[in-house]
């Protein structure tokens, strides 16, 4: 239940941040937004200001005409949010204050804030990590001039069919000890590796909270002569900054991250289109949901790292020029502005339901894929959840 709990929790903070893009923005342009809620229908219940300034409260699903702002909904599908602003489908043109009525560059600035909100989400809560203490891979320069928590050899990666597979080793896996003596360094790492070829000898691993010893038998890979475990190896340690600058890496940062993101998405689209295997892992709802677990175990530190890589995730994919999402509607303004008229309102319509509807299919696709490979995870969550009730 903590697992569901923090990945509502995450799920809405973001949402909650993109849809606060389009509201300010629109606002700021004189834009009406009808209503602004948390959560998808049925309404719980709402909240508006009248004519002299003082809140009604709405309940339940109830109807309401004539609302002179905006209506501030808290619904019952705790899975996203919304924005609805007048003219958005290009109705109400002549309207002052629609959405449709407005220049292009405005109504790019409205599309776009909620991207740019999710970056800048990511950047705060990495600069909160960074103030707190960030996992990080270190070198030379932060050793020398950072404060350096729980430094540890940590294994990112792991080769198929490698001895380091037969072990039973990891990615996110801690290297405290190989052949009986304490590790210091990825460099004595490799040179009790190196001395050791062909021999069974013990390593001893972090994982999460346990301590477990593994057996490994270091020798060739893939035909390359030498003794390797079939692991790549990071040292890291958890660095924290003084606030003031940790507020600058942390925006430093979450633009690496962009830049490392989108270079994965290029990727995954290439190797789709050429029709080669794609070896980055997509997970889904549930994947997510399942990642979240994992993420909760290894502490506050490592949630906070991983919503603002959902974060820039859902910038990165909300930009995509696909219909239905803010990028294809940027698409969309953007051939309007080159041919001097938009597109008729009807057929654009039916461009992004079409888009929709395709989005909609894939996360069905993705959350079986999911359900496949997390089954029984899955089938523990939903356990715990049916027996509340």
């Known amino acids: 239940m903590i697992t569901l709990l923090v990945f509502l929790i995450i799920l809405s903070l973001l949402v909650f941040v993109h849809e606060l893009g389009h509201f300010a923005v629109a606002r700021k342009f004189g ?23 003082k809140w009604i409260k709405v309940a339940g699903n109830k109807q309401v005409e004539n609302v002179p702002g905006t209506l501030y909904s808290l619904n019952w599908v705790p899975l996203g949010g919304f924005v609805k602003i007048k003219g958005e489908n ?20 409205v599309l776009t804030a909620g991207v740019t909100m999710n970056v800048i989400l990511a950047g705060v809560l990495l600069s909160i990590g960074l103030m707190i203490g960030l996992p990080q891979v270190l070198d030379e320069e932060k050793t020398n001039t950072l404060t350096i928590k729980d430094p540890k050899i940590q294994v990112v990666e792991v080769i198929a069919d490698s001895p380091a597979t037969v072990a039973g ?5 801690s290297i405290i000890a190989i052949n009986n003596e304490d590790v210091f360094g990825i460099t004595k790492i490799n040179e009790i590796v190196v001395e050791n070829a062909d021999k069974e000898i013990p390593i001893v691993i ?8 593994k057996i490994i038998t270091p020798g060739n890979i893939d035909g390359k002569e030498g003794a390797f475990m079939g692991v790549s190896l990071v040292e890291t340690g958890t660095v924290s900054y003084p606030w003031y600058k940790a507020i600058i890496e942390g925006f430093i940062l979450a633009v ?5 993101i ?14 080669t295997t794609v070896e980055t892992d997509i997970a ?85 894929r999911d359900v496949s490979k997390f089954g029984n995870v899955f089938a523990g969550l939903w356990g715990k959840i049916t027996g509340l009730f």
């Not at 989108?262 to 029709?275: N, P």
């Open 256 to 260: 690496v991250l962009l830049k490392a």
């Open 284 to 368: 889904g709802p549930i994947g997510i949901a399942v990642l979240t677990g994992q993420v909760v175990k290894m502490g506050f530190i490592y949630v906070l790292q991983f919503a603002a890589l959902l974060s820039l995730n859902l910038a990165i994919i909300n930009f995509l020029p696909i219909p239905a999402l803010d990028g294809g509607r940027v698409f969309f303004l953007i051939i309007e502005k080159i041919r001097g008229k938009a597109l008729n309102a009807r057929i654009e319509n039916i461009i992004h339901t079409t888009g929709f509807v395709f989005l909609m299919l894939l996360v069905v696709l993705v959350t079986f």
């Open 262 to 275: 989108i270079m994965a998405f290029y990727t995954i689209i290439r190797d789709l289109i050429i029709g």
């Open 31 to 53: 834009i009406r937004v009808d209503e602004f809620g948390l959560g998808f229908p049925p309404r719980a219940f709402g909240v508006y200001k009248d004519e002299h300034g």
């Open 90 to 109: 290009g109705e109400d043109s002549e309207a002052k204050d629609s959405f449709a009525s407005k220049k292009i560059w405005k109504r790019i600035s």
């Open 169 to 173: 080793i990891e990615p996110g896996d």
């Open 206 to 213: 972090k994982r999460g909270d346990d301590e477990l010893q």
